[in-house]
Nanobody, 119 residues
Framework: QVQLVESGGGLVQAGGSLRLSCTAS????????MGWFRQAPGKERVIVAD????????HYVDSVKGRFTISRDNAKNTVYLQMNTLKPEDTAVYYC????????????WGQGTQVTVSS
């Protein structure tokens, strides 16, 4: 069982930056692929970025490439999402999630943190 707690959301002007953090409980954090998702009002939750267990491999949705960076610190049981050059369309609740080895989907989810970008 893994518990995930996000932090770092808030209100920022367009063009600004935020860094989200997600800290996991337990001693097996490094065994999980981690992902950041977001859900805008009235829309489905979609993946934004993911990172491999080692941190060596990352993937991003096209809309955030070059602006967002996912990283992890396995010693701190934490995954980060650095968000730069934020746009109003980035406004959403952001969730982190963990996927166990061999799973097809994400098994554990955080409670979400609100990011609001004003124009």
């Amino acid at each position: 069982q893994v518990q995930l707690v996000e932090s770092g959301g808030g209100l920022v002007q367009a063009g600004g930056s935020l860094r989200l953090s997600c800290t996991a409980s337990g001693r097996t954090f490094s065994s999980y692929t981690m992902g950041w998702f977001r859900q805008a009002p009235g829309k489905e939750r979609v993946i934004v970025a993911d990172i491999s267990r080692s941190g060596l491999n990352t993937h991003y949705v096209d809309s955030v490439k070059g602006r967002f960076t996912i990283s992890r610190d396995n010693a701190k049981n934490t995954v980060y999402l650095q968000m730069n050059t934020l746009k109003p369309e980035d406004t959403a609740v952001y969730y982190c999630a963990a996927r166990t080895i061999g799973a097809t989907g994400y098994d554990y989810w955080g409670q979400g943190t609100q990011v609001t970008v004003s124009s």
